[in-house]
């Protein structure tokens, strides 16, 4: 079973402009999360999608949007970029729907330069 | 909201030693407990977690305690390896989906 693909891997952006990342989660989870991973701050919590509806939402400002798809991929969008936004983007998908927390599986990030 | 704090943020152990990372959370709904294992360069995955019904669970040389009243739970590595060698992350979780809060890490080192 493939793993969760996250697109595109590495990409360099000037502040100001926008950005969208791509998330494929393992055939049949349904739900797909989003984390922000920097040096100073660990593993922050972005947003939750599942069948569609954002589900959990983090403290990021509303620059940072999302969206999931009827077959469950998920794109993020970070508009008006600033240097800050440098980070890795981490999807996560999980087969756990129910309402309790289940394990997340990771994609391999989208590493974000802001210059 | 949810807090996680952990500690160490750097652990340097000999081959064969224990090891033990420890977290506390703020929010008293949290009642599921995850730790995960991020090599460098690699992706984060799951290496056992433990939900507030149950106080201890083990697997293999791995083990995590919960203390409900305390607020705080504990990894604990048994007769480490160098392939243990990775950043390890608590999180805490209330449920009504997969948002979890993260501790800020430990770096582990497992030195010969």
């Known amino acids: 079973k493939a793993g969760v693909t996250q697109t595109p891997r590495y990409l360099i952006k000037t502040r100001g402009q926008q950005v969208t990342l791509s998330c494929s989660p393992i055939?049949?989870?349904?739900?797909v999360s989003w984390y922000q991973q920097t040096p100073g701050q660990g593993l922050q919590f972005l947003f939750e999608?599942?069948?569609?509806?954002?589900?959990n939402k983090g403290n990021f400002p509303g620059r940072f949007s999302g969206r999931q798809f009827s077959n469950s991929r998920s794109e993020m969008n970070v508009s008006t970029l600033e240097l800050g936004d440098s980070a890795l983007y981490l999807c996560?998908?999980?087969?756990?729907?129910?309402?309790?927390?289940?394990?997340?599986?990771f994609g391999e990030g989208s590493r974000l330069t802001v210059l | 909201g949810e807090n996680v704090e952990q500690h160490p943020s750097t652990l340097s152990v000999q081959e064969g030693d224990s090891a033990v990372i420890k977290c506390t959370y703020s929010d008293s709904a949290s009642n599921y407990f995850p730790w995960y294992k991020q090599e460098l360069g690699k992706r984060p995955q799951l290496i056992i977690d433990?939900?507030?019904n149950v106080g201890e669970k083990k697997d293999q040389r791995i083990a995590v305690t919960l203390n409900k009243t305390a607020k705080h739970f504990s990894l604990h590595i048994t007769e480490t390896q160098p392939e243990d060698s990775a950043v390890y992350f608590c999180a805490a979780s209330w449920g009504g989906g997969n948002k979890l809060t993260f501790g800020t890490g430990t770096q582990l080192k497992v030195e010969l």
């Open positions: 999608y599942f069948s569609e509806t954002q589900r």
């Open positions: 996560a998908s999980s087969l756990e729907g129910s309402g309790n927390t289940g394990e997340l599986f």
């Open positions: 055939s049949g989870h349904r739900s």
């Open positions: 433990i939900r507030s």
